[in-house]
Structures are given as C-alpha cells and as structure tokens.
C-alpha cells in the first residue's frame, strides 16, 4: 500500500529565506508525486507533479522539488519565500496523476 | 475556465440529521472526486466516478454515507444520519480522466452539534 509521511507538522520561516518542505512516501514502483498548497477556506492548488524524466521538477509560484528515489523523497523547494506563501502544504502519491494518497501536510508560517 | 463550484460552503447538524453536499465540476471533466479532510489531516478519498458510474468506494462508509453522479455532471454526497466524526471539510474535485491531475473546489465545512 501506499503512504506518504510529512515530518514536519508545522514550519516557520522568515521572509525572504529559503525554505524546504520534506516529504518521504512509500511506494512499490515508480510513483506519481505531486505537492499541492491549501490556503485557509479553499480547495487545494497543485503546485507542481513529477512522472518521470528529469528528477528537478519546476512548478508555479516559484517552487520547485527534487525527486530521489534512493532516499524515497520529494521534497519542495523555494529559495525566497514571500509572506503570501503561508499556507498548508501537502505531498501526494499515486498510481496515476487522478489516484493519490496525501500526507497529513505541513503548516507554513512566514514571519515578516 | 469556470473551476470546480461547491455548495453549500458551511453547514452545522445536530448528530443523527441528514445533509447534502453539492459540486459542479469543470466543464468537460469526466472524472468526479469526492475526499473527507478533518482537521490536521489530509484528504482522504471517499469515492471516485468516471462520467456518471462509481470507479472506486472502497473507502466510503456505505452505512452512512451515499453519493451520485446521475447525468455524469453534477454531484452530491449524502449522509444520513450524521455523527460527531463527520465533522470536516468535504472536497470536490474533477479531472478530464481518471490519469489526469485534479483541480479542487473549496469544499464544504461541515460542524456537527
């Protein structure tokens, strides 16, 4: 079965820093990964998604992830967060890109 | 595009009583997704149709819980009766197909008293 762990429940970074968001799945053969942004009272916005090819993915909003398998990861990345980036953000995985398992997320704050 | 439409956004039941969620989604999208988020948790999917039949349910509590997709269009989930645990955020999501990334409505915060 599939799972997905997000070890970070909540991070808070200042703005203008870099950030990174972990995420570490569990999955039988090469997944489908995806990360996704929730702002308070709305529907979740995909932000980037990996299939294959090149393992640096590049997303919106200036986002990007790196997918290693030998360390079962997919972590996010952007190097200067801006105070609007604050939000809930969630790894998914799955067979396909319409079939995924979500993490339980990781809440960011942004400090001014 | 128009995205993903959601009603209604917010409803409080007392425990035992019935409620209807209601989503319109994207025009074209044959795939139709309905997930549970409670608080401090993830989505969890309860049920996926492809145009107007069921593709998986596996993880719908079917005591309780029923949903429909009748002109493969609109939806809307039903539960009846209501417990205390189904307090959460009720998240409608369409895609073209079943292997087709998602795009999500606001989905519905649902309290129960």
């Known amino acids: 079965a599939q799972s997905v762990t997000q070890p970070d429940i909540h991070i808070t970074v200042s703005e203008g820093a870099s950030l990174e968001l972990r995420c570490n799945y569990s999955y039988g053969a090469t997944p489908y990964l995806f990360w996704y942004v929730q702002s308070p009272g709305q529907g979740l916005q995909l932000l980037l998604k990996?299939?294959?090819?090149?393992?640096l993915v590049q997303g919106i909003k200036g986002f990007e992830a790196e997918f290693k398998r030998s360390q079962s990861s997919f972590n996010l990345r952007k190097p200067s967060v801006h105070w609007s980036d604050a939000a809930e953000y969630f790894c998914?995985?799955?067979?396909?890109?319409?079939?995924?398992?979500f993490g339980d997320g990781t809440t960011l704050t942004v400090k001014p | 595009e128009a995205g993903v439409a959601q009603s209604p956004r917010y409803k409080i039941i007392e425990k035992r009583q019935s409620v209807a969620f209601w989503c319109n989604p994207i025009?074209?999208?044959?795939?139709l997704y309905w997930y549970q988020q409670i608080l401090g948790q993830g989505p969890k999917l309860l049920i996926q149709?492809?145009?107007?039949?069921?593709?998986?349910d596996s993880q719908l509590p079917k005591d309780r819980f029923s949903a429909e997709r009748l002109k493969g269009v609109d939806s809307t989930l039903k539960i009846q009766p209501a417990k205390l645990e189904d307090s959460a955020v009720y998240l409608c999501?369409?895609?073209?197909?079943?292997?087709?990334?998602?795009?999500f409505g606001d989905g519905t915060r649902l309290s129960i008293l």
């Open positions: 025009s074209g999208h044959a795939t």
């Open positions: 998914a995985v799955g067979i396909n890109a319409g079939k995924s398992t």
């Open positions: 999501a369409s895609s073209r197909g079943p292997d087709q990334p998602q795009h």
């Open positions: 990996y299939f294959s090819g090149d393992t």
């Open positions: 149709f492809q145009n107007n039949g069921v593709v998986d």
